[in-house]
Structures are given as structure tokens and as C-alpha cells.
């Protein structure tokens, strides 16, 4: 049986329903469903479990699995209560690591490029301590990010033997697609503002406020989640190996192109209107996010990541614009 924590969110119920496709239903979701519909996310796939967050340590009791996902997290960047985000993102990951570690489980964990912070110190994923230390992250959700990928490579560099057989943390850049609904003002713009497109509205995007950066051309390093699951498939599948790895295309692209891909997508003119960016961010806003992807290939993934315009094409025409927007 594979244990995918977080199962039910967006990266969580992709995994989840390529598993199904390939097959696997041995399949035990840890989430919280609440009431807002998360659970749409998982009403086609087939499930052995559904464990409860406040049960999993006590599900975990004598049981044996072929591997960990540990995908669950509070996993907005606004949020402000550090005491539940180090107890979710943090001590829970603790737990998860030393529980794989005494049994022998391949532990495959969600980082974040979040912990990249500003980027001033550029976005490579050396598997380092002293690689690691030189990153501050801007927010909460970063830190505690970071903070577990410290103890992470902190045992791996002193050779400690509390470690899985296998560990990768992934740090997640911009994915988008198909089951971020629930997210609210943490989902990707395309799904924030396809109904607005739809309908013939323009779409706004911000000035920019940097010499040289044209309106509307920062950039941000956008991945399909179907190719970020491949890496996570790829990884339970190759359990040799270990490390800390970017998951993005290492092609950053700008938000114009992200919104005149959908008006294609839509078969339509891009109609975009700029506007000023809120004084208060302009100074800590990123022009760019762009993955090194150097450390995953040099592991031995070598598949090719999905262009921007096929993968906008393939979210539209198959999810936002059918009634039925689930995977």
C-alpha cells in the first residue's frame, strides 16, 4: 500500500489518479475533506483508505508500506499562524521521517520554491547544507518549508542513520492545472480568471515597475501537473534514488504569455489591461522564478516537460471549459 498524505489537494489527487490509471488502487489517502467540496477531487478514483489527519500516527501503528508521499501541508503563502504551520509542515514531516526511517520506507516529500525566498540567491537545488543556509525565505509557508529540508540534509550530511533508504524532497515551482479549485486566491491565474476570459473580459495583469521589463512580462517558471506527477512517479518507481530536487521546466515564461496561451486556447485575441502594482509589494515582488533542473537529470529523470502553450491548451479544452472540471 502507498500512503499519499495531502491526497485530496491539488498535487495530491493527481498523483492519486495517475496511480489509478497505472492501475494501483492499494491506495490510502491522508486529508481533511471539509465541507466545501475537496472531496470532488478524488470522485473518480478508487481508494483503500481515508485516514483522517488527527488518526494517521495511530493508522500508522504496525503497518507496512511500499512508500510515503507526504504531499499535506498548510500550503498558503499568507498564512500567519506560525505555531500551526511548524506543527503541520514542520514536526508532522518529523514524525512522517522518523517513522519511514524505523521502518525502512521510502519517504518522497513536497518542498517548495518558496524557500528561494527573493531569488537573490538564485534557484539552484545543490544538495547542500551550506547550499541551504544561504536561502531566506519571504514568508511562513517558506520557512517552514526550508526549515524541514535543513534537518533533512542535516542527517544526510552528518551520515545519519535515522534516514529512509530513500528521501527526495521536491520543490514545486508554479503548477497549474486541473483540481487547484479549492484553493481560493492560491490558485493559478489561469483558473482564477478563465471564467472572466470566457466571457469576454479582459484580463488585468500588472505593470511593471523595473527598467527594462515590459508590462506584463515577469516571469515565473509554470509546470503542468501532470509533469510534476511524472517526477513523483518517477520517483516511486526508482527508489535508489535520493536528494533534493526543483520541480519546473528551467524555462521561465512570462504572465503575457500565460494568458494570451488561454485566449488561444479559447480561440480568441488575448484583451488584457495593465495596472499598477500595489506600492506595498513592489519592492520584494520576483521578475522571474526559474528552476535549475540540473540535480534531477544529473538523477537520471529525463523526460521532457510539457510546452507552455500545449499544456495551457490541453487545462482548457479538457477541464476549465467543460462542466465537469475534475480530473
Not at 491539488?10 to 496511480?19: K, P, Y
Not at 531569488?119 to 526549515?147: I, Q, T, V
Not at 520584494?284 to 491548451?313: H, K, M, W
Request: hydrophobic fraction near 45%; aromatic fraction near 10%.
Amino acid at each position: 500500500m502507498l500512503l499519499i498524505t495531502g491526497g485530496a489537494g491539488f498535487i495530491g489527487s493527481n498523483v492519486v489518479a495517475s496511480l489509478n490509471e497505472a492501475g494501483r488502487a492499494d491506495i490510502a489517502v491522508n486529508d481533511s475533506l471539509g465541507s466545501d467540496g475537496k472531496w470532488r477531487n478524488l470522485g473518480s478514483r478508487q481508494l483503500a483508505d481515508v485516514v483522517p489527519p488527527a488518526e494517521l500516527m495511530r493508522w500508522l501503528d504496525g503497518r507496512k508500506l511500499d512508500a510515503v508521499v507526504h504531499l499535506g501541508a498548510i500550503s498558503s503563502t499568507t498564512a500567519n499562524d506560525a505555531d500551526a504551520v511548524v506543527e503541520s509542515n514542520f514536526r508532522l514531516s518529523l514524525r512522517l521521517l522518523d517513522w519511514c526511517a524505523a521502518r525502512r520506507t521510502p519517504f518522497i516529500y513536497a518542498s517548495s520554491a518558496a524557500t528561494y525566498g527573493d531569488g537573490s540567491f538564485g534557484f539552484s537545488d545543490e544538495c547542500s547544507l551550506a547550499a541551504l543556509k544561504r536561502l531566506k525565505p519571504m514568508n511562513l509557508y517558506g520557512w517552514s518549508k526550508h526549515l524541514f529540508d535543513l534537518a533533512v540534509l542535516d542527517r544526510a550530511a552528518r551520515g545519519d542513520k535515522n534516514l529512509p533508504p530513500q528521501w527526495a524532497g521536491l520543490k514545486f515551482f508554479n503548477v497549474y492545472g486541473p483540481n487547484e479549485y479549492h484553493k481560493g486566491e492560491m490558485m493559478s491565474l489561469l483558473a482564477k480568471r478563465f471564467d472572466e476570459a470566457k466571457a469576454g473580459k479582459p484580463l488585468r495583469l500588472f505593470k511593471s515597475h523595473r527598467p527594462g521589463i515590459a508590462d506584463g512580462e515577469q516571469k515565473r517558471d509554470f509546470i503542468y501537473v501532470d509533469d510534476a506527477v511524472a517526477v513523483v512517479r518517477w520517483l516511486i518507481d526508482t527508489p535508489a534514488v535520493s536528494g533534493l530536487f526543483n520541480v519546473g521546466t528551467g524555462a521561465a515564461r512570462s504572465f503575457r504569455d500565460l494568458i494570451a496561451a488561454m485566449f488561444a486556447a479559447l480561440g480568441r485575441a488575448p484583451a488584457i489591461d495593465y495596472v499598477d502594482m500595489p506600492a506595498a509589494i513592489r519592492d520584494s515582488y520576483q521578475y522571474i522564478t526559474q528552476a535549475e533542473t540540473e540535480n534531477l537529470r544529473r538523477a537520471g529523470y529525463n523526460a521532457d516537460f510539457t510546452p507552455l502553450e500545449d499544456a495551457v491548451r490541453r487545462y482548457v479544452t479538457l477541464y476549465l471549459d467543460r462542466p465537469d472540471r475534475y480530473r
